[in-house]
């Protein structure tokens, strides 16, 4: 893709995310990174990396807030001009959640806001710069190079498996990523007709802060991300992988 946006890409999966799209033999020529506050601690990495490659843009993105996303793609549409966004990277998310006799509506809605309104919203609002990277795409078919948009979901949002219950059950955060595997579902019998694909992929069980038992690396977890990416095509439009291209059931 010649241009990739990822939200939170600040920590975690996300600037992993971002740290493969720049080793990539050839790299996108525009990588968007965005983080809830430029100017805090957890920005530092993400803005030093972005000193170093002339590539990358750091944006300031809260995806609860309508005005902070309108300004998001305005910066992007700035740097892409007519080219548009090749690929949407909905990755911001957050884990909050609690077992069922303490959940609440507070965390429920908060979750809920993040990660699957947040990736509704931003899909709405970058929609015509995908449609625009589209149009200008010369193959037919749909792939990452072309438009898409991929939403990172999670195992633990799977009905069939529940991953991860005797652990961790976060009421919260598995019906926030049920609804968001439902949400990319219907992205994928809409937007399609514009030559985007659409995809919900489950980055594994990744050690990230405060998640230090976890089996897989965020490098292991990214790497693998990057490589799945580089061969989804329309056959899976719609569908749930994981982070080695396995279907992960509904």
């Not at 990588?31 to 000193?51: H, N, R």
């Amino acid at each position: 893709a010649a241009s990739v946006l990822v939200t939170g890409s600040n920590s975690g999966i996300g600037l992993g995310l971002v740290k493969q799209f720049l080793r990539l033999p050839t790299p996108p020529q525009w990588v968007f990174a965005t983080t809830l506050d430029l100017d805090g601690p957890e920005s530092k990495e993400i803005k030093e990396l972005a000193c170093q490659h002339q590539n990358l843009v750091v944006l300031q993105l809260d995806v609860t807030d309508l005005q902070s996303i309108k300004a998001a793609v305005e910066q992007v549409q700035r740097s892409v001009g007519e080219c548009g966004l090749n690929l949407l990277m909905n990755n911001a998310g957050i884990t909050t959640g609690n077992d069922l006799e303490k959940e609440n509506a507070k965390d429920m809605a908060d979750v809920y806001a993040v990660n699957t309104i947040g990736p509704l919203q931003v899909s709405q609002a970058f929609l015509p710069l995908l449609k625009m990277a589209a149009q200008r795409y010369p193959q037919e078919g749909l792939t990452c190079c072309k438009a898409a948009i991929i939403n990172t979901s999670s195992a633990a949002g799977s009905i069939e498996l529940i991953l991860a219950w005797e652990r961790k059950m976060a009421v919260a955060y598995r019906c926030s990523k049920a609804a968001l595997n439902m949400l990319t579902k219907c992205q994928s019998l809409t937007y399609p007709a514009y030559g985007i694909l659409c995809v919900c992929i489950h980055p594994g069980w990744v050690k990230t802060q405060g998640r230090q038992e976890a089996d897989l690396t965020v490098e292991e977890s990214t790497r693998g991300i990057i490589h799945v990416l580089s061969t989804l095509s329309e056959v899976d439009n719609g569908t749930f992988v994981d982070w080695e291209g396995r279907r992960v059931p509904w």
